[in-house]
């Protein structure tokens, strides 16, 4: 089975910058597309950026695009979300998750637990 680990999470103001990470292991997980997804309080849970298998495709919502980066390390089976200019609406968990098939509306299998993302003003 897949396991997901996430960590970079943490503090930063308003127009900082964070890299997440998120380490996959498990039978042949490097195959997976892989994507992100956040869940802020009071809010439903929701993707933010996808990658399908090797970085071929990239998918972001409109909400982080142009400022979010997705992308992996096969050799490591770990896969990154890079973000800038974050803003204070950006404060959410964020998931990291491995599926069949990528995109924002597509289902996923295997989930992290999550890493707390906080932004201050």
């Known amino acids: 089975q897949v396991q997901l680990v996430e960590s970079g999470g943490g503090l930063v103001q308003a127009g900082g910058s964070l890299r997440l990470s998120c380490a996959a292991s498990?039978?042949?997980?490097?195959?997976?597309?892989m994507a992100w997804f956040r869940q802020a309080p009071g809010k439903e849970r929701e993707a933010v950026a996808a990658m399908s298998k090797y970085g071929l495709s990239t998918y972001y919502a409109d909400s982080v695009k142009g400022r979010f980066t997705i992308s992996g390390d096969n050799a490591k089976n770990e896969v990154y979300l890079l973000m800038n200019n974050l803003r204070p609406e950006d404060t959410a968990v964020y998931y990291c998750a491995a599926g069949w098939t990528a995109g924002l509306n597509k289902k996923y299998d295997y989930w992290g637990q999550g890493t707390q993302v906080t932004v201050s003003s």
């Open positions: 498990g039978l042949g997980s490097s195959r997976y597309a």
